[in-house]
Protein backbone atom coordinates (compact mmCIF):
# COMPACT_ATOMS: atom_id res chain seq x y z
CA UNK A 1 0.00 0.00 0.00
CA UNK A 2 2.58 2.64 0.97
CA UNK A 3 4.84 1.29 -2.15
CA UNK A 4 2.09 1.96 -4.27
CA UNK A 5 1.03 5.48 -3.16
CA UNK A 6 5.03 6.40 -3.11
CA UNK A 7 5.07 5.11 -6.82
CA UNK A 8 1.97 7.45 -7.34
CA UNK A 9 3.57 10.38 -5.88
CA UNK A 10 6.55 9.91 -7.58
CA UNK A 11 5.19 9.66 -11.19
CA UNK A 12 2.77 13.11 -9.98
CA UNK A 13 6.04 14.74 -9.60
CA UNK A 14 7.52 13.66 -12.33
CA UNK A 15 4.63 14.63 -14.66
CA UNK A 16 4.96 18.02 -13.06
CA UNK A 17 8.59 18.65 -13.80
CA UNK A 18 7.90 17.44 -16.94
CA UNK A 19 5.05 20.16 -17.53
CA UNK A 20 7.17 23.00 -16.44
CA UNK A 21 10.44 21.69 -18.30
CA UNK A 22 7.99 21.79 -21.50
CA UNK A 23 7.22 25.36 -20.58
CA UNK A 24 10.79 26.53 -20.27
CA UNK A 25 11.85 24.74 -23.58
CA UNK A 26 9.11 26.46 -25.47
CA UNK A 27 9.88 29.28 -23.84
CA UNK A 28 13.55 29.23 -24.67
CA UNK A 29 12.62 28.40 -28.20
CA UNK A 30 11.03 30.95 -28.50
CA UNK A 31 13.58 33.62 -27.40
CA UNK A 32 16.09 31.21 -28.79
CA UNK A 33 14.41 32.52 -32.73
CA UNK A 34 15.18 36.20 -31.54
CA UNK A 35 19.54 35.35 -31.83
CA UNK A 36 20.11 33.89 -35.27
CA UNK A 37 24.00 34.43 -33.30
CA UNK A 38 26.62 35.30 -31.41
CA UNK A 39 26.93 34.33 -27.57
CA UNK A 40 23.12 34.47 -27.06
CA UNK A 41 22.39 32.35 -29.59
CA UNK A 42 24.60 29.77 -29.30
CA UNK A 43 24.28 29.68 -25.17
CA UNK A 44 20.34 29.42 -25.90
CA UNK A 45 21.00 25.98 -28.04
CA UNK A 46 23.67 24.69 -25.50
CA UNK A 47 20.79 25.66 -22.56
CA UNK A 48 17.89 23.67 -25.11
CA UNK A 49 19.83 20.65 -25.27
CA UNK A 50 20.21 20.17 -21.37
CA UNK A 51 16.60 21.14 -21.01
CA UNK A 52 15.44 18.46 -23.50
CA UNK A 53 17.93 15.73 -21.78
CA UNK A 54 16.47 16.74 -18.33
CA UNK A 55 12.84 16.37 -20.40
CA UNK A 56 13.79 12.99 -21.17
CA UNK A 57 14.96 11.70 -18.11
CA UNK A 58 11.67 12.77 -16.05
CA UNK A 59 9.42 11.17 -19.06
CA UNK A 60 11.05 8.30 -18.01
CA UNK A 61 10.61 8.51 -14.15
CA UNK A 62 6.71 9.45 -14.61
CA UNK A 63 5.86 6.76 -17.55
CA UNK A 64 6.03 8.91 -20.23
CA UNK A 65 9.54 9.37 -22.43
CA UNK A 66 9.61 12.31 -25.26
CA UNK A 67 6.17 13.36 -25.64
CA UNK A 68 6.85 16.75 -26.47
CA UNK A 69 10.03 15.75 -29.02
CA UNK A 70 8.77 13.38 -31.09
CA UNK A 71 10.88 14.15 -34.16
CA UNK A 72 14.48 14.35 -32.30
CA UNK A 73 16.76 12.48 -34.58
CA UNK A 74 19.53 9.97 -33.67
CA UNK A 75 22.49 12.79 -32.47
CA UNK A 76 25.16 10.00 -33.67
Not at 28 to 51: N, R
Amino acid sequence: MIAGKMEQEVRLAATTHARLLDHFIQLTEEEAQKHSDGFTAESLQELLLVLRAERRTYGVASGVVEVMFPSIGNAA
